[in-house]
């Protein structure tokens, strides 16, 4: 009998503690393998071009013509995950196709955070003084677009003319400029790319209701809200996002105090506690009171941004909704309303939100929960959106029907994410690098650096 408990005792069928379940080299390894398989769909079917289509098996440019959307998307996570022949492919791509003397009108917002952020990377990673002449070139071609009467940018910019347009514009297209911006003035000595977005943040914050609450729609031209519901989701995201991570890696206390007055805002007028968990939820920006029950696949940034300020406690509570929202059908839906756990917009755009906020709470952590999760974000994205050419988004998580569709941020961010869950802790230190909101690496700046 005694015997027979030993056996039991050390049988590998035991269950093992949670942090042995999972295979972490071999999770990062297949990563890898998923990134190649996306990366050599686009090389094959959509080179040269902005983005793929994966069920056409044919390419797609933003503008009509080529910016090299994937490839300078592409190349950190390749170089973060030695891919070195890869990284060379595109920077030479790069380097020979890659011109910004064009007569079109580019929004702000996703050449800053795509392009100019890829770019900035690109050259801290690997030395080559000509990435960082391309991402001067193409921040001095969208520098018109600050010549609004507030200082707050357009939406659109022709990069030849200098033209602008769409003055309606949101704090997230308009406080995301910083980390880009910062670092261009870091490394150029001058100041007025840092001026302009700071001016840019700043503007918006000034603006905000006597609660401190910011709205979704403001005029850059008569620096009126046309639109008063706030919310942490798509259009005021990553304008928070900025604040914090501005602050780490500029040490601009300007930026800390915007943090500090507006996180207390959203987390007493945002915050919602319900019986399907803890969520953020809209508001009023003027009032406070609740707009809106609803989350999504963008929302879901905000457990990355609450660990990384410190906030572990709200951070894993909100991790475990986007969980819930995730595995609700196996794979998350772009909305729900939380209050009845009902989608409202079915479709799953490849986005890297979830994830991105694993990885970054089991950094902070090491709590293993969080590699299960990333387990299953991962398995999910192969079992639903991989096919022949490479990986694309769903139009409904219920039916699972993929549509055409591959976003250059499916390869800088999501699986960049994925992977670096599952990478060893040392590869990024976070005293030392900040992810832009495309996922791009940029350097810390020491005080007085
Ligand atoms: C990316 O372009 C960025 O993460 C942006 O901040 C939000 N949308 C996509 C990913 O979902």
Not at 201 to 222: A, H, M, W, Y
Not at 364 to 373: C, G, P
């Amino acid at each position: 009998m005694k015997k027979i408990f030993l056996l039991l005792l050390f049988s590998s069928t035991l269950v093992l503690p949670q942090n042995q379940k999972i295979d972490k080299s071999k999770l990062a390894y297949e990563v890898k393998q998923e990134f190649l398989h996306a990366w050599n769909g686009y090389k094959e079917y959509a080179w040269g071009h902005d983005e793929l289509l994966p069920l056409s098996k044919s390419d797609k440019d933003w503008y009509g013509e080529s910016l090299l959307l994937t490839p300078i998307d592409a190349f950190g996570t390749m170089k973060i995950m030695g891919l070195d022949k890869e990284a060379n492919e595109a920077k030479n791509l790069i380097l020979t196709e890659l011109s910004f003397d064009k007569d079109i009108s580019v929004q702000v917002f996703e050449a800053n955070i795509r392009l100019l952020g890829g770019l900035l990377s690109a050259y801290q990673l690997d030395g080559d003084k000509r990435l960082l002449e391309l991402a001067t070139d193409l921040a001095n071609r969208l520098l018109p677009a600050f010549n609004s009467p507030t200082g707050m940018p357009y939406r659109f910019v022709n990069l030849e003319t200098g033209e602008t347009k769409d003055p309606v514009s949101n704090p997230a297209e308009i406080g995301t400029l910083i980390l880009e911006w910062g670092t261009l003035s870091k490394i150029t000595g001058k100041s007025i790319y840092y001026e302009k977005a700071k001016k840019a943040l700043e503007e918006v914050f000034q603006r905000r209701s006597k609660i401190n609450l910011v709205g979704t729609f403001i005029d850059v031209n008569s620096g009126k809200w046309t639109n008063t519901d706030s919310h942490i989701s798509g259009a005021i995201d990553s304008y928070y996002e900025y604040l914090y991570k501005g602050w780490l890696m500029f040490h601009d206390p300007d930026l800390k105090k915007m943090w500090d007055v507006s996180i207390t805002a959203i987390n007493k007028y945002l915050a919602d506690s319900t019986s399907t968990g803890f969520w953020y939820g809209h508001a009023d920006m003027t009032t406070g009171k609740r707009t809106a029950t609803i989350f999504g696949s963008l929302d879901a940034f905000f457990p990355a941004v609450l660990v990384l300020s410190s906030d572990t406690a709200r951070a894993e509570k909100l991790q475990e909704s986007c969980y819930k929202m995730w595995t609700l059908e196996g794979i998350e839906p772009e909305e729900l309303d939380y209050s009845n756990m009902k989608i409202t917009y079915p479709n799953y755009s490849l986005r890297p939100e979830n994830i991105e906020s694993t990885y970054y709470l089991y950094h902070f952590t090491r709590n293993t929960k969080n590699l299960e999760m990333g387990k299953d974000y991962f398995e999910s994205l192969v079992k639903y959106c991989r096919n022949d050419a490479g990986y694309s988004t769903l139009k409904s998580v219920i039916t699972k029907e993929q549509a055409d569709q591959m976003h250059s941020f499916f390869l800088a961010e999501t699986l960049k994410y994925c992977y670096l869950l599952f990478a060893p802790q040392n590869t990024i230190d976070f005293n030392k690098t900040i992810f832009n909101t495309e996922a791009h690496p940029l350097k810390v700046w020491k005080a007085g650096e």
